[in-house]
């Protein structure tokens, strides 16, 4: 299994129109979402092996979502079904194309409610590449499942992937967040923060800030920066690598397709570590951040994923 990817999988109810604050918006659209399972599935299309692990509830939208995934091929024998809580649910607006605003329904979610017991230890022994988030760490039991599956995927050697995906709601107090995921740091081998999550954790100077998160134990960081591209760093260095422009619609996943194409470069060629140099990292972020920029063409993240051919006829556009 190249990518198997833990933590929640959701409805997101997208707003009827933009430029509305959300207590504004008319309507609400229902579509798949969540982090980890954009990932899961934005590496499927591009044509990776994965799988998703994680809990939805017992209900309509539970098993709606287990069939989004199976129609994209991807793996679920990891997915668990909870008859004590509802599928979490996470309603949006979009001031404006590259701004959201989140109320997540989840008290408790069914994705909280993992439990280490509950986790398919086959499939992570197979991964090549774990990947979780933050909201999978914001609660108990989730939190200890979340912790189970990095060491088992880390005694199997697979790469170790983090996004921060810093939701502020979800969270006791920005220091909690602060505290629980530099603690998780050490333990991961690619990490990934917005500019923002940056700034929480490191201070917002791209260059000391990504220097001082690979102190902490990463072998490569990557801040992401919207329409700019993104900046990595690694032992050999840091460097930035431009974005690309196109007429974003909504923006909304643009980073959960970034690194389900990161990652996909990174291990479907071959052992992750013989990339990290400066010119293969240049040519796989590049990669990501025309995957990123294809998703922001069309409304939602499922829906809006690219697929590996039209991501290589985008990049044959601009010159590659």
């Not at 591209?229 to 970034?258: L, M, N, S, W």
């Amino acid at each position: 299994m190249d990518v198997v990817c833990l933590g929640e999988i959701l409805i997101d109810m997208f707003p009827s129109e933009l430029g509305r604050r959300l207590v504004e918006v008319p309507a609400f659209h229902p579509k798949p979402g969540g982090a980890p399972a954009n990932v899961a599935v934005a590496a499927a299309r591009l044509g990776a092996k994965s799988a998703f692990m994680g809990k939805v509830g017992d209900d309509l939208f539970g098993h709606h979502l287990a069939q989004v995934l199976a129609r994209e091929g991807v793996e679920a024998r990891g997915l668990r079904f909870d008859a004590q809580a509802r599928t979490t649910m996470a309603v949006i607006a979009m001031p404006d194309e590259n701004t959201a605003e989140f109320v997540f329904y989840r008290n408790p979610g069914a994705d909280m409610r993992l439990r280490p017991e509950e986790l398919d230890g086959d499939l992570l022994r197979e991964a090549r590449a774990f990947h979780f988030g933050s909201l999978s760490l914001t609660d108990e039991p989730a939190r200890s499942a979340t912790r189970e599956a990095i060491r088992l995927a880390r005694e199997a050697a697979s790469l170790v992937s983090f996004d921060v995906n810093y939701r502020p709601t979800l969270w006791t107090s920005p220091r909690q967040a602060q505290d629980i995921v530099m603690e998780m740091i050490p333990q991961v081998h690619l990490l990934k923060v917005n500019q923002s999550e940056l700034d929480l954790l490191a201070g917002n100077d791209l260059e000391a800030g990504s220097r001082a998160l690979l102190e902490h134990g990463p072998e490569l960081v990557i801040v992401t920066l919207g329409p700019n591209g993104c900046y990595f760093r690694f032992a050999e260095g840091g460097a930035h690598v431009p974005g690309f422009k196109v007429k974003t619609v909504d923006a909304i996943g643009c980073g959960d397709a970034f690194i389900a194409g990161l990652l996909t470069r990174l291990v479907v060629n071959g052992d992750w570590r013989s990339q990290l140099s400066m010119e293969r990292l240049r040519d796989c972020l590049r990669y990501a951040n025309a995957v990123g920029a294809l998703t922001a063409l069309t409304p939602g993240v499922i829906p809006a994923l690219p697929t590996a051919a039209k991501v290589e006829a985008f990049l044959r556009e601009q010159g590659d």
